[in-house]
């Protein structure tokens, strides 16, 4: 038989295939009736066709074997020649759909044979569009069959046939029946899908069969990429523990495929250190293990290197460096050199007042002690890491000498331990000179300059290990100290500079201050957090322990003071992203005092979910905040931060939280009101999402100055280090509409050096590596700060601003440094545009739109992907972000 | 004896001996030689802590080839100013108020806008002030009534409090005595305060001062509101009819601009208002006839009030109806135009001074015009300022008459105070005080609220919508040392 001549069978365009299309869709439901109908405009073609296959039919019934068998065979060529456009029935599928019944009812009759499993195969297709619902009649008759070629009956047949399996699993599952026959066929199937460009399907198949590592087999070089591709991105959308499965699936097929970047991806994600050794243990270039500490370096983990991991001791020692963030001030500066936005800016230079009529306050003779603290924190937001500013820096011989006195001293009491430490802020990650610079403070007879020399100390250590632990041996001394503000300051130093590393020193030495009756509540809720931060998402029972037996045994009247919030947010970082395992410990807390019971299970939940994208987590949180509440119960801010703690994990999940946070606003009680804005702030942080800005701009605005303060400084939070100009127009705005509320002002300040955060070159971000890894610490970070500033007035307009130094913990610069294999930079041009989700896309389609080109080093925003633009070099890294080590291409050849 | 290095800040000092047998103190004057730093001040991270002066150096397990990290500088030491700087916060509130540059509100107490608003506008004359605060005079006279004494202290008392205030200030005692002295003024409607006409307070407030600040001896100067605020007219009565003529002399507070169709500015409403018709009984004639009275300048006041007659009474709503009409009024006003022919000589002199001062001045700006940025009206502004403070200064000079004698007046006058009205009628709607402060800026104090405004936005609250629109405008003299 010759194979289909029907133009309009095979053609996907013309009259024809639409007329197909119409004809098809009607009589699926009333084949009979329009069938007759149908022979009337039938192509003669078509009818001989048609002609043909009854008579097929017909002997295939014949008793005859030989007219059966030639009879079935011409059928089966029949069907599987005509196997057409995705969309409408193959011609001699649509006539055979009459007699599929008489088949069927042949079948019944026929003896087993040879013929009868032809039979079978040919009524397992013809299933495909005639079994009703539910009866999975074409998996029946496939199991029946010859078990022949599974694609050969096309594409169309095989994905009907791995929905079927899906159900067929799950019925045999409830009813504990044999799957051997299905797996075996599953087996073929995604062999043919992976074969096929169609690695989503066979990934899905496997996931409803629970069988992900028969994917190992079959991946192979030319779709291992996109496979895991797909396994990494719907991790996020599974339930646990399916999506830990998933990722060590994709784990195990990079390790196979030597991606060793993308496997210890996979590794920091699942935080399973013995993989990321795996990663060392199994790669042998010393480039790509730089590659490696780069990444890890910026996760901001501890991570120890061994013999094993590296077996050479120079080598080791170099990789240790890379990991304990030693280049980073050396590559920040580079790339502020690069860009030219070297020069300090002064506070002035941010306020702009120049830019705004008029209403620029009258006097400025006098010094006000809250405007020069406010300046103390722009001047070290904005010059950030640049070793140099206007104020703080300033050459001695000026400070000194001049009449003028130092900036320092034009603070006022606590005020002076924030403007000493704002010096480490300046020196950030430069240990060398910012330790040098420091010191004088340290010899101060003010407490206030000593205590912020202490926290200085922390905050230039953040991030940065150095095996003389320099943080550890000078903040020792000072934590028992008398004065509450040097121990703070101290304290809260230790926790900035350890934060992650789970320093068994700093848990001996910390521990103790929570036991002892006699410490104040502000040193002991800042040794909670700095434990916290110190133990983050370690699950630490000893530090969980030290945390609630205070929570047990303070009394009522101090746990309802404001820095009592920082109690359980210490506990809860102690379980960030960690979800089951604080079961426990949440259990253990229905037993505080009622005052902090329902806030301490809040908070406990929203760390241990945090990043997680939890819907029914929350949910969870969006049925607390629907609570009417008693006065003086502070939980639903925490319950409003951790709708926006879980939901920060992906995209959509995100854009419904705001959505939510929006209706929270208009419904919710005034407390919940005070925490939106905060929680939008973390949703969108450094990532001025338009219409978050616009919420937020008219909160700012809004009656309730709680309200408008948080909705300031978020916007700052929203901006921050983006040098957005619509944010920083609204926020000059506001700076005169508040011009009378030196509180509110303040605020406003704060936000304004969020948004120029180092001159525009870092990040608050959490998230890194195309938005796939969340940094425990930085986020960390972020929560410390957005819990204490849901008492605004008590904590950061009180005499605990130097709260708002914790972000340290989540800056980062946001840049593309490429560095060759000696590690010096090296500028090559690359492309940076907005990502796009090519996940599930089939062939090498676009990564990047709207993209623009630059030499690096280059400055990345949010949602922004870099790829190179020359074939000269290849990157270690599939990821340009950070510091990523060019190697030569050794197949490029220059153009001519 | 292992060897060691040590880091210090970016210098790397690689080989130092240290010789175990001695106190680690050995070692840092080692490191003195080396840095210049020292020794008790130099702190130096062995693993898990600082080193010790008296520690053992076999304890500390220092290896051979192990790295050293050393904190510390020669630089000195930070101190403490001797004196700290002031912060604004310490300060007491009276301090605060100047470097706020303007004072406090007032409180609205019930419809009392009216009130609020001519206290402010008033507040901001300083010789005002001056005035008040030697009151009362060792030897009262006896013609000031209790009342009118009361309601005067009660005035010195309220700018004092307004001056020493950065907070709001409620005027309670003065609008007692306010409405004990003009009942009027404690009218009521549904059992709440009406609002009142702010001209008809402004007046009567005046009028009080004037009677209680004369001074008791009638042989010193004319009596200090006088001076101040007073305005003599001289006008000559003419009888088209039968020709008579006669002159009268009066002395008002204020200056009326009268506003008619014709009128779009200032300048013509005043020409307006200072001709009238009246009817009174002409000798010659025998009954009543049209007398023409042609008024003119003869004294000018320090400050002149000048009072946009914008309401008048409508009888079929029974209430004072507003004209809306626009009319400008100008930042600077000469009102040479309107002045007697014998004031006008004596204004001669000091107005070619002034203009020879200022065509100077304006002469130096061009040359330096190329440097500055700022246009005309702020050197205008600045030129203002320039002589407003000379001449404050030397009239907070204790001896106050001396000075002021030598003080000549050119005619030419400065938008110091503007008091609005936003609303359909006298008795409804808002008052609004805009003062310029010492400093040259302009406030707008909303009752309890002062707002810092724009120069450009004084004058367009000359009427023509439903905006602020000025009702009493207060000129400064600009005068000229002789």
Request: with cysteine.
């Amino acid at each position: 038989m010759a194979p289909a001549e029907d133009p309009n069978s095979t053609g996907s365009t013309g009259g024809g295939a639409t007329r197909d299309q119409a004809s098809v869709k009607v009589p699926a439901k009333d084949p009979k009736k329009k069938d007759e109908k149908k022979d009337e405009d039938l192509s003669e073609e078509d009818l001989a066709l048609k002609q043909q296959l009854e008579l097929y039919v017909e002997r295939a019934q014949d008793s005859d074997p030989g007219l059966q068998k030639a009879a079935l065979e011409s059928m089966r060529q029949e069907i599987r020649t005509a196997t057409s456009s995705m969309t409408s029935v193959p011609k001699p599928l649509k006539f055979l759909r009459p007699h599929y019944g008489t088949l069927q009812a042949h079948y019944e009759k026929m003896a087993d044979s040879d013929l009868k499993k032809l039979l079978a195969d040919i009524l397992s297709v013809l299933a495909l569009t005639m079994s009703p619902e539910g009866e999975r009649a074409s998996l029946k008759y496939r199991l029946l069959g010859s078990e022949g070629d599974i694609g050969s009956w096309g594409h169309e047949y095989v994905r009907n046939l791995a929905g079927e399996i899906s159900q067929e699993y799950a019925k045999r599952q409830t009813e504990e029946a044999l799957i051997d026959d299905l797996m075996e066929l599953v087996g073929q199937i995604v062999a043919f899908h992976m074969k096929h460009n169609a690695e989503p399907e066979a990934v899905d198949l496997l996931m409803e069969v629970e069988d992900l590592d028969l994917l190992v087999e079959h991946v192979d070089n030319a779709n291992y990429k996109r496979t895991c591709l797909y396994l990494t991105s719907s991790a996020k959308y599974l339930p646990g523990p399916d999506d830990m499965l998933v990722l060590d699936i994709a784990y195990t097929i990079y390790m196979k495929f030597e991606e060793f970047p993308r496997a210890l991806q996979i590794a920091l994600y699942l935080d399973n250190m013995q993989y990321v050794k795996q990663v060392f243990t199994s790669c042998n270039d010393l480039r790509k293990k730089q590659q490696f500490c780069f990444i890890l370096a910026r996760h901001g983990i501890t991570f120890e290197l061994d013999d094993e991991m590296s077996p050479e001791d120079e080598e080791r020692e170099s990789l240790q460096e890379i990991i304990n963030n030693t280049k980073l001030s050396e590559g920040y500066l580079t790339l502020a050199r690069d860009i030219e936005v070297m020069e300090p800016k002064s506070p002035e230079d941010i306020y702009k007042a120049h830019l705004l009529d008029g209403r620029a306050s009258g006097g400025g003779s006098v010094d006000s002690a809250r405007q020069n603290l406010a300046g103390t924190f722009v001047n070290a937001f904005v010059n950030a890491g640049f070793g140099q500013d206007k104020l703080m820096t300033v050459p001695s011989e000026v400070s000194s000498g001049g009449s003028s006195t130092s900036w320092l001293f034009k603070n006022k009491d606590h005020g002076k331990a924030s403007a000493a430490a704002s010096l480490g802020m300046i020196l950030l990650w430069d240990v060398d000179s910012g330790l040098a610079q420091l010191d004088k403070y340290f010899h101060s007879t003010d407490t206030h300059v000593v205590a912020g020399a202490l926290l200085g100390v922390g905050i230039v250590n953040c991030g940065i290990k150095n095996d003389c632990d320099p943080a550890l041996a000078l903040l020792a001394d000072y934590i028992d100290k008398e004065d509450s503000s040097i121990r703070i300051g101290a304290i809260m130093g230790l926790g900035l500079a350890y934060a992650g590393s789970q320093n068994e020193q700093i848990r001996s030495k910390l521990t103790p201050i929570l036991g002892d009756a006699k410490s104040s509540l502000d040193v002991i809720a800042f040794t909670a957090i700095s434990l916290g931060l110190v133990y983050v998402g370690s699950c630490n029972e000893e530090v969980a322990q030290a945390i609630i037996f205070v929570l047990m045994d303070r009394s009522e009247s101090e746990l309802g003071e404001a820095l009592a919030r920082l109690l359980p947010l210490g506990l809860g970082l102690l379980y960030l992203g960690k979800q089951e395992s604080v079961e426990a410990t949440a259990e253990v807390s229905k037993t505080f005092n009622e005052k902090i019971r329902k806030h301490c299970d809040m908070t406990l939940l929203s760390c241990a979910y945090a990043g997680t994208g939890n819907v029914l987590k929350v949910q969870h949180f969006l049925g607390q905040c629907a609570q009417h509440l008693e006065k003086g119960e502070t939980y639903q801010g925490p319950a409003v931060l951790g709708i926006a703690m879980v939901a920060m994990a992906e995209e959509l999940g995100l854009e419904m939280a705001i959505r939510s946070l929006e209706h929270l606003l208009q419904y919710g009680e005034q407390n919940i009101r005070r925490a939106v804005p905060l929680a939008l702030g973390l949703l969108c942080i450094s990532n001025p999402k338009v219409n978050v800005m616009d919420t937020l701009s008219r909160l700012s605005h809004d009656a309730d100055t709680e309200v408008a303060m948080a909705a300031i400084v978020s916007l700052g939070l929203i901006g921050a280090g983006t040098n957005n100009a619509r944010i920083a127009g609204m926020l000059r705005n506001l700076s005169s509409y508040y011009y009378k509320d030196a509180s509110l002002l303040f605020c406003v300040r704060i936000g304004q050096g969020l948004v120029h955060l180092g001159k525009g070159l870092l990040t608050l971000s959490p998230y890194h590596s195309e938005r796939f890894l969340l940094s425990p610490t930085a986020l960390a970070g972020l929560v410390t700060l957005l819990h204490a500033c849901l008492d605004m007035k008590a904590i950061v307009l009180g005499k605990y601003h130097y709260v708002l130094y914790f972000l340290v913990l989540a800056m980062q610069p946001r840049m593309l440094m490429t560095v060759d294999e000696n590690l010096k930079p090296l500028s090559v041009p690359v492309r940076v545009g907005q990502a796009v989700d090519v996940v599930g896309q089939a062939g090498r389609p676009k990564t990047i739109t709207g993209f623009q080109t630059h030499s690096t080093p280059v400055l990345l925003s949010a949602g922004d992907r870099a790829e190179l633009a020359t074939e000269k070099y290849v990157p270690l890294s599939p990821i340009l972000e950070g510091f990523v080590i060019l190697k030569e291409n050794p197949e490029y050849r220059e153009d001519n | 004896m292992p060897t060691v290095s040590v880091k210090w800040q970016k210098e790397l000092f690689s080989n130092v001996e240290i010789d175990t047998s001695q106190s680690p103190y050995v070692f840092k004057c080692q490191l003195y030689d080396l840095t210049g730093v020292p020794p008790e001040r130099q702190k130096i991270m062995v693993k898990g802590g600082l080193l010790k002066d008296d520690a053992d150096w076999s304890k500390l397990g220092v290896k051979e080839g192990q790295k050293l990290m050393m904190m510390g500088t020669a630089d000195e030491i930070v101190k403490a100013p001797e004196k700290g700087p002031v912060f604004a916060e310490d300060m007491p509130e009276e301090e605060q108020v100047i470097h706020m540059g303007h004072s406090a509100g007032l409180f609205n107490l019930g419809n009392t806008c009216y009130m609020n608003s001519t206290v402010q506008c008033l507040h901001s004359v300083p010789e005002l002030k001056s005035a008040l605060i030697k009151y009362p005079p060792p030897v009262r006279s006896n013609e000031v009534d209790q009342t009118s004494h009361l309601l005067t202290v009660a005035t010195r008392d309220l700018f004092n409090d307004l001056d020493k205030n950065v907070k709001p200030v409620a005027p309670m005692r003065f609008l007692t005595e306010l409405r004990k002295k003009y009942p009027q003024f404690a009218q009521l409607q549904n059992g709440v305060y009406m609002q009142q006409d702010a001209e008809e307070c402004w007046t009567q407030l005046i009028y009080t001062l004037s009677q209680s600040l004369k001074s008791p001896s009638s042989s010193e100067a004319p009596d200090a509101m006088k001076r101040l605020f007073g305005i003599d007219l001289v006008s000559r009565v003419h009888c088209p009819e039968s020709g008579e003529e006669s002159a009268e002399t009066e002395s008002v507070y204020s200056l009326k601009c009268h506003i008619s169709q014709e009128v779009n500015h200032l300048h013509e409403g005043l020409k307006h208002g200072l001709k009238s018709e009246l009817e009174k009984a002409s000798p010659s004639l025998g009954r009543s006839a049209l007398y023409l009275k042609d008024s003119r300048i003869n004294d000018l006041p320090r400050y002149l009030t000048i009072q946009f007659v914008r309401f008048f009474w409508k009888r079929e709503s029974n209430q004072k109806a507003k004209i809306l009409r626009k009319v400008d009024y100008p930042l600077e006003l000469d009102v040479y135009d309107f002045c007697s022919e014998d004031l006008r000589k004596r204004l001669e002199v000091p107005r070619r001074i002034l203009r020879d001062e200022e065509g100077k001045k304006l002469g130096l700006k061009t040359s330096d015009k190329n440097s500055g940025s700022t246009d005309d009206d702020v050197k205008m502004a600045e030129a203002e300022a320039s002589s407003n403070r000379s001449g404050d200064s030397s009239k907070c000079e204790p001896v106050e008459d001396v000075p002021e004698k030598e003080k000549a007046l050119t005619g030419i006058y400065d938008l110091v105070a503007v008091l609005t009205h936003k609303g359909r009628s006298a008795d409804s709607g808002h008052y609004v005080a805009w003062v310029k402060q010492e400093n040259g800026k302009w406030i707008q104090f909303d009752d309890d609220n002062p707002i810092p405004q724009r120069e450009d936005d004084i004058t367009r609250l000359s009427g023509g919508g439903d905006w602020h629109m000025a009702y009493i405008c207060m000129y400064k003299a600009r005068v000229i040392p002789m």
